[in-house]
């Protein structure tokens, strides 16, 4: 008999996704403050998964479920060939359905969404609704370096000879490194008007060796940085950031190519370019490194009559707050930021 139970921890398997390792639930629980609820799914006596989700709750944006915030992994795992199928399935859906139903009561949730793609859901019966949140692209860095350099845009390869010449990289070697690289990351997100993350995020996961970090320079002095989340033999490229007097120096495409590099000599399988939007400039620049693009599967529930589901900057009524973090000190931007962020989820 299939069963759902209440976890206060959870023990992943190996094919678990980043967003519910110890790193990633010390970021939600402890940095963010959020309540997150786990589950065991059982057979019989025997536990064959689980799963994790977020009560995000703000005034701003209202109450919703999040599974999980910041990331695009969906997170659930089963154990190697437990994953049910068939009248199994239907009742591990309909009792996750549940309990996440009486925690959308108990919280006066807007709405639940679940990222990543979660197979185990029955689509017709759970009332979630399906959709593509954006795109990634993702390379095959088993292959040989060459290989995979030979994909690249002829674009990139160009601005790579002159990063080359004048652009050095080095992976720090210590948290207390991350507080020189942050104000980078401040000013970059002051450009586009974007609500930074706290420096917490950063070191959170760097202590919980969940993250890697890159550092290049310009004739000795920081120009960007890259933070590579390192899980399950892939390199997610999760924050590239730099300074803009710095770019036409193409420190970002020099950290990427390095760590591609890198991936490719160290056993790692893919290289994870993580979300984008179709159309964008920064969708054109990842298309250009030759992964394949493959769609963010999103599930949607709605608990009220006319939610308002889809968090896009694109829409008008971020214009302003754009306009805001653009033109905000960036002490203020570094205080005001992290808590926007945490009432968003993303």
């Not at 370096?145 to 790579?160: A, E």
Request: net charge positive.
């Amino acid at each position: 008999m299939m069963e759902l139970r209440p976890e206060t921890s959870l023990s992943p398997g190996t094919g678990a996704a980043y967003s519910l390792s110890p790193a990633w639930l010390r970021l939600c629980e402890n940095i963010f403050g959020y309540e997150v609820k786990k589950y065991g799914f059982y057979s019989g006596a025997e536990k064959i998964g689980g799963a994790a989700y977020a009560v995000v709750k703000s005034r701003l944006f209202g109450n919703r479920i999040i599974s999980m915030p910041f990331s695009d992994e969906a997170a659930f795992w089963f154990e190697k060939d437990a994953e049910p199928t068939g009248k199994e399935k239907t009742l591990l859906s309909a009792a996750f359905r549940g309990a996440l139903e009486a925690d959308a009561r108990k919280f006066r949730a807007d709405y639940a969404e679940l990222r990543g793609d979660w197979t185990f859901l029955d689509d017709t019966d759970s009332g979630f609704i399906k959709s593509e949140a954006g795109l990634r692209f993702v390379t095959d860095t088993s292959k040989d370096y060459t290989q995979v350099r030979n994909n690249y845009d002829s674009n990139i390869t160009t601005n790579l000879k002159k990063a080359d010449k004048n652009v050095a990289v080095e992976e720090i070697s210590s948290v207390s490194a991350l507080a020189e690289l942050y104000p980078v990351y401040l000013e970059q997100m002051k450009r586009f008007g974007s609500p930074p993350l706290p420096l917490a995020y950063f070191t959170t996961l760097y202590s919980g060796a969940l993250l890697r970090v890159f550092k290049a320079t310009v004739e000795g002095k920081t120009a960007a940085f890259l933070s590579l989340i390192v899980h399950g033999g892939t390199f997610y490229a999760d924050i590239n950031a730099g300074l803009k007097k710095y770019d036409s120096y193409f420190p970002k495409i020099r950290l990427f190519d390095h760590t591609l590099r890198l991936a490719c000599g160290a056993g790692v399988k893919k290289y994870d370019f993580m979300r984008t939007r179709p159309g964008g400039g920064v969708f054109l620049h990842k298309q250009k490194w030759g992964g394949i693009a493959g769609p963010i599967i999103y599930r949607h529930k709605s608990f009220i009559g006319k939610p308002n589901l889809r968090m896009d900057p694109d829409q008008k009524r971020y214009r302003l707050p754009q306009f805001a973090f653009r033109h905000m000190p960036l002490c203020l931007s570094k205080a005001a930021g992290p808590l926007v962020r945490k009432g968003l989820g993303k």
